[in-house]
């Protein structure tokens, strides 16, 4: 179902594809757009080991995507750097195909939002994160992607420092 790598040796092993989802920080989330487009969106996340969590308004053009059709695939970009005098790149990234249900739980709703807190706020104390959560708690809702395939990649020129 799945395409695979054509260049097997630039392939990130399964440690090294889910060290970049765990230390990015944004990605590229693509869904069914409207009329046959795509619709792609930058986005926070966290990726707990098993599921990505994304966060999202209770309405708008990524929640009528995901009701449609519930396919969808994650692009993460971990390093980026031009090399000019080579006319290439130096890049890391990791793309996850898979499906999205909106969390419809109020438990399982505070669960993932409170994943998505610690990651992007890690210093807080317990009362900060709760008092954030409760001011925002009906005016968003979370997003958990089921992983179907998923795979890193690096270019040439890191896999040869390797």
């Not at 594809?17 to 989330?29: F, K, M, Y």
């Not at 792609?40 to 929640?63: C, N, R």
């Not at 499906?99 to 399982?108: F, L, P, T, V």
């Not at 708690?137 to 998923?150: G, K, N, T, V």
Request: glycine share 4%.
């Amino acid at each position: 179902m799945f395409h695979k790598m054509r260049r097997k040796v630039q392939q990130l092993s399964p440690e090294e594809t889910e060290a970049v989802l765990l230390r990015g920080t944004a990605g590229v989330l693509a869904l069914t757009g409207d009329k046959a487009f795509p619709y792609a969106v930058p986005i926070s996340y966290v990726y707990d080991g098993e599921h990505i969590y994304f966060h999202s308004a209770l309405e708008g053009h990524k929640i009528d995507a995901i009701q449609r059709n519930p396919n969808a695939s994650f692009a993460v970009i971990d390093q980026d750097e031009v090399i000019p005098e080579k006319y290439t790149t130096a890049y890391r990234s990791v793309i996850v195909f898979g499906s999205i249900r909106i969390i419809e739980d109020e438990e399982e709703k505070r669960i993932a939002v409170r994943k998505l807190s610690l990651k992007y706020a890690p210093d807080n104390t317990e009362q900060q994160h709760n008092e954030m959560i409760d001011r925002t708690w009906e005016r968003f809702c979370m997003l958990e992607m089921s992983i179907a395939h998923m795979t890193g990649k690096e270019g040439r020129v890191l896999t040869e420092k390797r």
